[in-house]
């Protein structure tokens, strides 16, 4: 796309899907781009089918956490808050009112609430898609709960429906997460995923499958393509914040 061709599609609309993840390790067997990679694919099929500008995806994000295993890339949630916040400022430069980010990475999510709370204040709305969580609703009997974990055979099935040169499917493990001595019901700790596997998988990966991983990606599309419609009808004015009642 040209500053042309952008001129001519911010004239016409006010919104854009942005996707964003990270680089970060998933286990032995799927790619440190997982996150970025998948949240790529999803946003630029529901973009085309909606026809709404996709942005350049951001690769890194929120994911210190994985920083012991090695090829993870990560940056501080100030940062990443930052960044995001400035895109879509800019995009409001433009016009935009409305902007889908799909996320492909969980650790982002806490910043990216922030940010889209402190954009609806200036007139701009985000709304937050994360495709495993369409699909654990959408799909709950597809997966085990243990296999719809960090890395495990959710993540590995779609990862083999995209990508199945990336995957080392004879490097698949099953992981039981240690339990951390301090762990107790309603408290949060400061851990890292080495505090709990050896090889960064949380769960069961052996049993992933490329045909279920076809059907969350045909699932979970279809659910952000119905609500990136739904968000294009909707008055800007509409979306802002309400005033005082």
């Keep these: 796309m040209s500053w042309v061709e952008a001129k001519k599609y911010f004239a016409r609309n006010d919104i854009a899907i942005l996707p964003v993840g990270s680089t970060e390790q998933h286990g032995p067997a799927n790619p440190l781009g997982t996150d970025h990679l998948v949240a790529k694919v999803i946003a630029e099929e529901a973009a085309k089918r909606t026809k709404v500008l996709c942005l350049p995806t951001v690769p890194f994000g929120v994911s ?37 980010v799909v996320n492909g990475h969980g ?20 709304s937050i898609f994360q495709w495993w969580t369409a699909s654990a609703k959408l799909l709950p009997n597809i997966f085990t709960s243990e296999e719809r974990l960090h890395a495990s055979a959710e993540e590995t099935s779609v990862n083999l429906a ?84």
């Design 64 to 100: 210190s956490h994985h920083r012991q295993y090695w090829g993870t890339i990560f940056v501080s949630p100030r940062v990443f808050k930052a960044y995001i916040k400035d895109v879509c400022l800019a995009l409001y430069y433009y016009g935009v009112r409305k902007v889908v």
């Design 162 to 245: 995209l990508f199945p040169q990336l995957v080392a499917t004879s490097k698949t493990v099953n992981e039981e997460s240690r339990k951390h001595p301090t762990r107790a019901e309603g408290v949060t700790l400061p851990l890292d995923t080495a505090d709990f596997t050896s090889y960064g998988v949380w769960g069961k990966s052996t049993t992933a499958s490329t045909n279920k991983g076809k059907k969350v990606l045909k699932t979970v599309i279809e659910e952000l393509v119905r609500h990136v419609e739904a968000l294009k009808k909707a008055r800007a004015t509409d979306l802002k914040s309400k005033s005082l009642v």
């Design 107 to 126: 650790g982002n999510l806490a910043a990216l609430s922030e940010v889209a709370r402190e954009l609806r204040e200036r007139g701009l709305f985000l």
